[in-house]
């Protein structure tokens, strides 16, 4: 069982809701589901789409084939049309349409009709086609009705009752009428956890200790912003609007520096705003946890749809060298982990973390059958309390073995000094002393980077053993390079390696043997100037026998990338 449903329709139309919806039900009915969306950068009117692939098997990656298309408006049948399968139906309601549609693919349900009679509202035409879309697949309506309670269920009754009404109806008609459907699900199973990229941060961050979040709204980050602020209250977090970047990115410096853990996130314009805060958290040793939602540029660009395309700039961004880690997941399983291993680190080492996800990663959702939150780790780093009162002596920025000095929180002594941006001494005075200035940089940068290595993970392999192709990925291409190599692997002898730990590359370099045994190097990367392979060339001196690259804001769907990966590996 693997089905594809896209729901198609102008902004304001309840896309969003009718998706969410459903993948919520399937995630209750114990289905594997992958979510995607894709909208344009207004309120009202354009294009949108809701894309949901559920399966009785994990699946991780957008098909280009489609089973079912849920039609709201007239832009959905001339642009997803062409993506039906075989047995692919349109569903669609005629009186939103000039004309009617006719033929053995379409279904034709009133929705307005049905909402507008059995719920007194035009809204519940949203309801009517979750139940539409269930009862075509010929699922139970338990975990539907389940769903929707939840959903509606601190809605006055009479809404609730109305909307689960609407559902029914709509399963009833689709159940009844669609005679050329062929879909057939396979049996309810234990629900699982549906969860988006931008959840498993937030989810990520909160369980990591964090007490202070500020940011300014930026597609695609603004999710992880929503999240925070949405539990605040429960958690003990403050969360700040900053007026913009700038005072976002001073915030959580000034946070962090007084003893708690913080955060913010922003896209490619905001980050370059924050890029000055940077140097000075890099300064003051300040613990700083920064994720960058990546999105097509240059300027605005393409605000709503996906790139990869700021590694570099990550990478090398700030005046002055500073050390700084990067990571990038591919999944929300690996953001949920990722995230707490990046307070984890920033605070032991007194270091800049930076998270790299994408719009593709960011409001796409996966399920898993279980999220191990025993992994997730929290040790205070900090000097507090008594055992900081009673130290006679505290250089803020004491050389060390490891280049990290003790971390002192204001008030709880009365001998802390603060650092401002200047060079400074072991106590944090400033100085412009030629042999001071060189053991500083020593101490941030060379020093720490050694134990730092020895904290990154490797890559992970998949696929045939030694390979003939290797095919390297990073960030979210994971999910959709895991499935095509999953397909070819015993065809072309296909294995993938896939960095989630971008930078620094980790100590241990087992994993350059497979690059040494393949006889190809495949490259897939979500922007056009490859530029994983050109850091990876830079500091490991690999380079790569072929690229796949896609820039055009859409992510690849598997059919596409089996394609072009078939093309090179021959």
Known sequence: MDYSIRIGGEAGQGIQTIGDTLAHIFAEAGYYVFTSQD???????????????????PKEAMKARLEILLALDKDSITLHGPELSENGQILYDPSLFKQTLEGPRVLSIPFLDLALKHGGSKIMMNSVAIGSIVGMLKMQPEPMIETIQKTFGKKDTEVLEANVKCAKLGYEFALK??????????QVLKPNTLISGNEAIGIGACASGLKFYSGYPMTPSTGIFNFIAEYARDLGIVVEQAEDEISAINMIIGASFAGVRAMTATSGGGFCLMVEGLSLAAMTETPLVVVLAQRPGPATGLPTRTEAAELLFATFAGHGEFPRVIFAPGSPKQALYLTNKAFDLSEKYQILVLILTDQYLADSQWTYDSLDMERLKYVDYRLRGKNFRNILSYNRHSFTESGVSPLGVPGDAHHLIVTDSDEHDEEGHITEDPQIRTRMVEKRLFKKIP???????????????????????????YGVVKEVVEELKQDLKLGMLHFSEIYPFPEEDGYLRYFEKAKKVVGVEQNALSQFEKLLGMEKGISFDARINKFDGRPFTVEELKERLIAVAK
């Not at 009428?177 to 396979?186: A, D």
């Open 177 to 186: 009428e669609c005679l050329k459907c062929s879909f057939s699900v396979s």
């Open 39 to 57: 909208y344009e950068s207004r309120i009202r009117g354009g294009h949108n789409s809701f894309y949901i692939r559920i399966s009785d098997k």
């Open 451 to 477: 134990y730092i290595k020895r904290e990154i993970s490797p890559p992970i392999f998949f696929g045939e053993n030694p390979p003939d192709t290797l095919v390297v990925c990073w960030g979210s291409m």
